[in-house]
């Protein structure tokens, strides 16, 4: 316990300068390439007429730190989800919230043509919430609908449904272009007005996750033994919902559908630094950041000179993951 | 039996309702004199040539021969997995059979033409490669103890149809634009581009591989009762159980070369077929292809129709219809 603690402070520790390289290489490696004293430049004598400084700060930068919050929000979102619920393989994407989120989007979009990025980050979370109340609540209506597997089974159909509902909704009002630019979850294409705006409730998102992360823990070990030790679970669950919707509602609004990230790195953060949430959503969060911006970074690579969405390459890891834990802990006898 | 040939008559009389009504109702209506003049070429004018043969007509064939294939394919798969919630698309199989039909596509690009006869005739040879290995994976992930273990065997689907349809999306991407449209329309399951050649090249595997499955309906049955009961009969299980799921799989791929990713047909075809003719695969295999040629039929013309002046993909339809059915499915199993 004590090994996995320190190797938890580890991690957060050197996160900083893992960080760095990271925005570094992402920054450097491009469709154009930028060398590493022109990056200096840009941040200690910034010239406007420069087109290098100009991409650096207006493209690459704005894209890496987009990559890193979403990568930290999903994760974080997806290990509350399976701390909370005690199910291994609850995750945003899983269990139809980014699905729910795209589709209220794309309502939105149909009813309010102009709507501002404020509004479209929180009808997002409205819909974060609409997709995790229907999976839920279909859920909890069937016998033993909230067990790992049927949940993961509603939650993928009842997506599935949202997102061709949205499909049929955008293609019938012909904005079927506008939508599939969230559906592709191009980080490319982020605007820079939103990201700014989307900041602060993801940071409240993560706050709120920091605070009730020993809770979690708590609740993790089963409901019963939480409220005999004293814990009002209604609370701690309704302030880790809150967190959940608002870090993956400011996630699909901002980049649109990323599987498997929220999936994935709290297994990988549970492995390394153990069951303890105080460490664990901290770290999920630091991990879920460097990869999201590493998948960025291989998108560029993997059909060079053209640019693959980021979504195909969470996918291509994350699909042999969620194969592997089906392999390790699926079936009936963990259901 | 005489139920059984009453249901297939009233089925067969709504099909050739519903395919009537799909083939005079559109942008430009014909009315019954003129498909009896231009079908029987009494009188026939170039335009409504063009309308009937050329648009609408290939169209309902393709659409009623894929909902065939598939309600007798998913029939064969719900009876080798003894799992009603066994379909070909939720399963993975058509993802896989879709998978490896845009890899033909795009290393033959150029060198064939994708339209021309013998690619057409080729490409549900690559569906049939594509489909047994995600059948391979589905098996390896969820067999366990001589039974498929239901969560196992749809967690794996969902995993599977995930990963490769994040392959075809990255694969699509590397093509050129033209091809793109092709393989991007094909993915999400259509019927638009429709054309006389794509029937020619489904009818073979139809022809033979329906009756082999009939002749080994009687397996079916048999496959109710555990395997041990099945092996005290004298039937070599495991083979009998491969041999079926390899011609099921070539029926999918000749359907899914045409059609693209069309789930749920094989999911509902069998649930209706069963209540309607009782438990006798000898009269569900039929019927259920039926039911499935009705259902693709209906769905293509509200796809074609209802939309108007925009035409949905027919796969997104009919999961609008058939995920609603997949919970009610999920409802009713006690369990």
Redesign the interface.
Known sequence: MKNKTRLAKMIILISPILMIITTILSVIYGTKGISFSTIWEAFTAYDEGNTDHAIIITSRLPRVLTAMLVGAFLAVSGAIMQGMTRNYLASPSIMGVTDGSAFVITICMIVLPNMTSIEMILFSMVGSALGAGIVYGFGSLIPKGLTPVRLAIIGTVIGTFLSSTSAALASYFQISQDVSFWYNAKLHQVDVDTFLLAIPFGVIGLIIALITSGHITILSLGEEIAVTLGQKTKWVKALALLAVICLTGTAVALVGKVGFVGLIIPHIARFLVGVDYRWLIPSSAIIGAIFLAVCDIISRFVNHPFETPIGVVTALIGVPFFLYLIYKRGGEKHA | MRKTVLIAIVLSILILVSAYVSLVYGVINVNFTDVINTLFRIDPSDQLDLVIFDFRLPRIVIGALVGFGLGIAGTVIQGVTRNG?ADSGILGINAGAGAAIVIFMLFFQGQLDLTGWLSIMIMPIFGLIGGLLAAV?IFF??W?KGTF????L???G???S??F???S??IS??MNSSDYEMAAVWV?GSIYNANWIYIISMIPWLVILIPLIIRKSYLLDLFRLSDISSKGVGVPVEREKIKLIILSIGLISACVSVSGNISFIGLMAPHIARQLVGMKHQFILPISGLIGMLLVVIADFVAKNV?TP?E?PVG??I??IG??Y??YL??KQ??
Do not use: E, W
């Open positions: 919630l994976i992930f969820s366990q273990d239901t969560g196992r749809i967690l794996t969902i995993a599977i995930s990963g349809g994040a392959l999306m990255y991407l590397k999400s939309f925009v949905l997104i339809v999961s609008m995920v609603p997949f919970l999920l409802v006690k369990r």
